[in-house]
């Protein structure tokens, strides 16, 4: 398996979905037919109220958010530098973190998903909050650039650009400033990484990000890539999205993030891409990995087998869809925590997490009590530790590790039913106080397994 070239991301078809999606799929009736809008701006109101009740369900008291609801939020704008207008700024920040503190930390640049023509500053609220609550010392500023049709897709490049001088201006002293984006967010803040300056920023995390005008035309990959892109298909298709074509080419712009040359992208920090299997923007997110690998660029791809396009935002109480959250943010603190490094450039490889579909829930009296899976653990940590230290041989790449170490695979089989057994308790009946205390045992557990593998990734 060669893993510079990353060939073995690429899918022919797309993977069975996960059964916990199939289920939420037909409980949430995403297959019946949806509202139709004659006009997109007839979207954008409807579109922001749904965004909106749905993070006030989740951020209540008794639920499953409700511990994100600490982190505080400001109104801001800065002016558009094409025409003046205001472009919003939804600042998230921990109140009880000292000023002096907060310019001195890390700083996060959001772009929201929607295609470019719904969504606002506040769309994408939970993922924003998760990463301040969760990285301490965070500042997220969730950028509302216009949308389309209203303005062009140009507007949305340069107010997303503004904002990134904008915030740049406000935390000079900040130790990492990240862009992040979501879909057609991450296709903004590629962008973005691509136009400005090189050393004003420190890493890009790309969630599911459009890259290219592949689902329009082939012709407008990259003739390198389009053995690779192959998800703008019929098996990629899924309740949640079709293959993403355009009217206009490129929406009008003059190119996508995946047309950039090796020049500009050889020079970009280190960067992480969340791709779902089972999207037809999945093409996009991996391509654009090969290109920055191709360019010299450190990548990860993290791949969440067996789920549809960004299905956190519309699922956030999925067991997997918090489990998604969780490696964003994981992510994240890799650019900002030496300890967390992936090693030299030479030795650093992007590696795929692809997990194993849950299985249906077991009947089993063991699987279904909330304190068997919780009790095994601390000994289900100690053995991924154990086994660390223990492993005959440490190789400074993580594909030699994840296939060549027996003792690996017996611990992350070990790993897998727990995640199993812990999905059930997050998704059975057993009260709030448990459903929360048990995610946070079962992302410890994770968590455990994922420095595990990068800190022998580092060759530390």
């Not at 507007?155 to 130790?175: E, Q, T, Y």
């Not at 057609?184 to 420190?202: C, N």
């Not at 998604?324 to 650019?335: C, N, Q, T, W, Y």
Request: glycine content about 8%; aromatic content about 6%.
């Amino acid at each position: 398996m060669n893993m510079d070239s990353l060939d073995h991301l690429i899918l022919k078809e797309a993977p069975p979905l996960d059964p916990a999606w199939l289920a939420y799929e037909e409980e949430a009736s995403l297959q019946a037919p949806k509202e139709a809008h004659a006009l997109p701006l007839n979207r954008q109101p409807v579109y922001v109220e749904e965004c909106r009740q749905l993070n006030a369900r989740m951020l209540a008291p008794g639920a499953l958010y409700h511990h994100l609801s600490h982190v505080s939020t400001q109104q801001l704008t800065t002016a558009s530098n094409l025409d003046g207008s205001a472009i919003p700024l939804l600042r998230f920040f921990d109140g009880s973190v000292e000023p002096a503190s907060k310019g001195e930390g890390v700083v996060v640049i959001y772009y929201h998903g929607g295609g470019l023509y719904v969504g606002e500053a506040d769309s994408e609220e939970l993922s924003c909050r998760r990463i301040v609550s969760d990285f301490a010392g965070a500042t997220v500023y969730s950028v509302g650039y216009r949308l389309m049709p209203g303005f062009p897709a140009s507007n949305c490049v340069s107010d997303s650009l503004d904002a990134f001088d904008h915030v740049r201006a406000l935390h000079p002293s900040a130790r990492k400033l990240v862009l992040v984006g979501s879909s057609s967010g991450g296709q903004l803040a590629a962008t973005v990484s691509q136009l400005a300056p090189r050393g004003s920023f420190h890493g890009v995390v790309l969630r599911c990000p459009v890259t290219s005008d592949g689902g329009s035309s082939l012709d407008l990959v990259p003739e390198r890539l389009r053995r690779a892109y192959t998800s703008a298909s019929p098996s990629f298709v899924t309740s949640l999205l079709g293959v993403f074509g355009r009217a206009v080419p490129r929406d009008g712009l003059e190119r996508m993030p995946l047309e950039a040359g090796a020049e500009e992208l050889g020079g970009m920090p280190r960067t992480w891409v969340q791709v779902c299997s089972n999207d037809t923007l999945y093409s996009d997110g991996v391509c654009y990995a090969m290109a920055l690998r191709e360019a010299g660029a450190e990548v990860r791809v993290e791949v969440v087998r067996g789920w549809p396009h960004t299905f956190w935002l519309m699922a956030p109480g999925l067991a997997r869809a918090v489990e998604a959250e969780r490696e964003m943010v994981e992510g994240l603190i890799r650019f900002h925590d030496h300890a967390f490094s992936w090693g030299s450039k030479k030795n650093a490889r992007a590696f795929s997490s692809t997990l194993v579909p849950a299985s249906p829930a077991s009947s089993s009296s063991e699987a279904d009590s909330p304190n068997s899976a919780i009790e095994q653990l601390p000994n289900a940590l100690n053995g991924s530790q154990a086994a660390s230290s223990s492993s005959p041989e440490t190789s400074n790449t993580v594909d030699s590790i994840e296939h060549n170490n027996g003792m690996t695979d017996e611990i992350d089989e070990k790993i897998q039913q727990l995640k199993e057994q812990h999905g059930m308790i997050l998704q059975g009946e057993h009260g709030m106080v448990l459903r929360e205390m048990s995610a946070r045992a079962y992302i410890q557990l994770q968590t455990a397994r994922k420095l595990r593998l990068l800190v022998a990734a580092a060759g530390f």
